[in-house]
């Protein structure tokens, strides 16, 4: 069997990351607003720093939950993933043109 390619490896990483973090406090296929920010504090402290401003964190809640249903599922949660990468993409490509 051949190795996964590195675009598999990180896609089996996102999926293993959101199921760390969902379900511990109800459905195990969202992510509560607790477990949203345990993600964004562990995961990706380095981009967003210690998640301790509750309006801050609010919003980005907000802004995740596109359905309206109080939580994040995987799609939202992808979302997410996807436009922070869009994001350094874009700062390491300025950084390159300097």
């Known amino acids: 069997m051949s190795q996964p390619s590195q675009v598999q ?3 089996a990483l996102l999926i293993s990351a959101f199921h ?3 379900g511990k406090e109800g ?3 969202t992510l509560s607003k607790g477990e949203l920010k345990d993600l964004l504090t562990n995961e990706l402290g380095d981009l967003f720093g210690k998640t301790t401003d509750q309006k801050a964190l609010d919003k980005i809640f907000k802004d995740l939950d596109s359905n ?3 939580s994040v599922d995987f799609q939202e949660y ?3 993933v996807a436009c922070l990468t ?3 993409n ?3 490509k300025d ?3 300097k």
Do not use: E, I
């Open 20 to 22: 760390k973090y969902s």
């Open 27 to 29: 459905d195990k296929y």
């Open 90 to 92: 874009d700062f390491f």
């Open 78 to 80: 992808v979302t997410l």
């Open 95 to 97: 950084a390159k043109k």
């Open 68 to 70: 309206a249903d109080g």
């Open 9 to 11: 490896s990180a896609m």
């Open 86 to 88: 869009m994001l350094c």
